[in-house]
Nanobody, 119 residues
Framework: QVQLVESGGGSVQPGGSLRLSCAAS????????MGWYRQAAGKQRELVAE???????VYAESVKGRFTISRDNSKSTVSLSMSALIPEDPAVYSC?????????????WGQGTQVTVSS
């Protein structure tokens, strides 16, 4: 099992920055991809960014150039640096970790942290 604990959410003005962090514990040795999803009120959950164990990252088009995902494998942490936040960014942001064993993959989810953009 893997447990994920997020931190760093909060409220920021448009154009501001926030950094989200997520720490994994438990069976971290077979975590491969880690990432961040978000779900705004009344909308479907969407992938924000994901990073492999080797450091390759993918981003949603809406956050490219503004958000950066990073990972520290030695600490089993993943972070999301968000800048130039816009009114479309507020959501509950959840950390994910994909645990792989042979041909099986299981995605673990954090409890989510709220990001608000308000002037």
């Amino acid at each position: 099992q893997v447990q994920l604990v997020e931190s760093g959410g909060g409220s920021v003005q448009p154009g501001g920055s926030l950094r989200l962090s997520c720490a994994a514990s438990g069976s971290v040795w077979n975590i491969y991809e880690m990432g961040w999803y978000r779900q705004a009120a009344g909308k479907q959950r969407e992938l924000v960014a994901e990073i492999t164990k080797g450091g390759s990252a993918v981003y949603a088009e809406s956050v490219k150039g503004r958000f950066t995902i990073s990972r520290d494998n030695s600490k089993s942490t993943v972070s999301l640096s968000m800048s130039a936040l816009i009114p479309e960014d507020p959501a509950v942001y959840s950390c994910t970790a994909v645990q792989r064993v042979l041909d099986d993959a299981h995605t673990h989810w954090g409890q989510g942290t709220q990001v608000t953009v308000s002037s």
